[in-house]
């Protein structure tokens, strides 16, 4: 029933799927062909659950039923960790007094918050799966390919007209570990990362089905985002753990940024890729395979200069979805990982 979920998230180009497909079918694998999954998402009018960092879901597939609750958890650039609590269900109804009382704060009133839950959003979505060995794991790769909508009750409120059908695209990989080192997985990502077209992804489904919900809630339909900015400097004096760590949250902060039309999300991401330089330099002791972590870091570097490239080739979609750029993410998690062990 209860399980700690560790997995990677990597949203992909359709136009890469083919070649990754191809990819993962020459791995020592079993195969699961595609199953068509729903998915309801509950919260109260306050959202409650959120503030909690819980998210509820109902799952459906094939006729069978099974309710989720996700407590809080860890992400450290696109590797998820977090504590998930599954329930088989006869029927899609919300049953809360089936999970373990211990994951709710004290005193909690099971009844009224069930009373107070409703859907909020819903996924639809097409899930291909492959369990493969790799390295000294087992891991499961997962292709999903849908959509993310709000409730129907929420679009027929929406205030503003151009906002009533809104949805989010679902064109993800997921690799859960099943049974190994966490390692392995990253290991695996950087062996897909050569067809390009993949990015790490720190919101998952639930988050961005938030998001659009958030957005269409605004009665002007805009959604006005900023990016917070970064630290005049990093605090060197702190263990390389947690500026690797802190640098890995800020580099997705950025780069979401930049993705969404914010200019400075690409300031953002040269001013992250100078601090990494310096860390290299001074932590070269600690960092394996230096060279090759130096050379991905130059070449982003590269990428990121205008004095070089195009404003067409310094696009934010061909950047972040670069196999150099995966690849040094990829590393600097490798090289987080070792530090922890």
């Known amino acids: 029933m209860r399980s700690v979920e560790i ?82 269900l006869h029927h899609p109804e919300l049953d809360l007094k089936q999970f373990p009382h211990y994951i709710w704060p004290e005193n909690i ?29 087992d891991i499961e790769v997962v292709l ?27 064109c993800e990989f997921e690799l859960e570990l099943k049974n190994g080192n966490i390692t392995d997985i990253l290991s695996l990502a950087n062996a897909l990362s050569s067809q390009g077209g993949l990015r790490l992804i720190n919101k998952s489904k639930a988050a961005r089905g938030y998001a659009l919900v958030h957005d269409l809630s605004n009665k002007q339909g805009v959604s006005h985002q900023t990016l ?28 979401e940024g930049w993705l969404a039309g914010l200019p400075e ?15 290299t330099e001074k932590q070269t002791e600690h960092l394996p ?9 130059a070449k982003l570097k590269a990428v990121l200069s205008p004095a070089t490239l195009s404003p067409a080739t310094l696009s934010a979609e061909i950047v972040c979805y670069s196999a150099a750029w995966l690849q040094c993410k990829l590393a600097l998690m490798q090289w987080l990982m070792t530090l922890k062990k």
Do not use: C
């Open 7 to 88: 997995e990677l998230k990597l949203s992909v180009k359709p136009d890469v799927i083919p070649a990754i497909r191809q990819q993962l079918f020459q791995f020592p694998h079993d195969y699961t062909s595609p199953q068509h999954l729903t998915n309801s998402y509950f919260e109260t009018a306050e959202n409650q659950l959120r503030r909690w960092d819980m998210g509820l879901r109902i799952r459906g597939f094939d006729g069978h039923y099974e309710m989720t609750i996700k407590t809080a958890g860890q992400v450290i650039g696109g590797l998820h960790q977090r504590p998930e609590f599954n329930v088989p």
């Open 109 to 137: 009133d099971l009844a009224r918050l069930q009373a107070q839950l409703s859907p909020l959003f819903s996924t639809d979505f097409n899930r291909e799966k492959w369990l493969i060995t790799y390295g000294k794991s």
């Open 144 to 170: 999903d390919q849908g959509t993310i909508f709000p409730s129907t009750t929420l679009s027929e409120n929406a205030e503003n007209p151009a906002a009533k059908n809104p949805t989010s695209p679902i």
């Open 228 to 255: 917070p900015g970064l630290p005049e400097e990093l605090e060197w004096q702190q263990p390389l753990s947690v500026l690797l760590s802190e640098i890995l949250a800020q580099w997705q902060v950025q780069e």
């Open 265 to 279: 999300g690409k300031v953002g991401l040269v001013q992250l890729l100078q601090w990494m330089t310096t860390i």
């Open 289 to 297: 395979r230096l060279d090759l972590f130096a050379d991905l870091l």
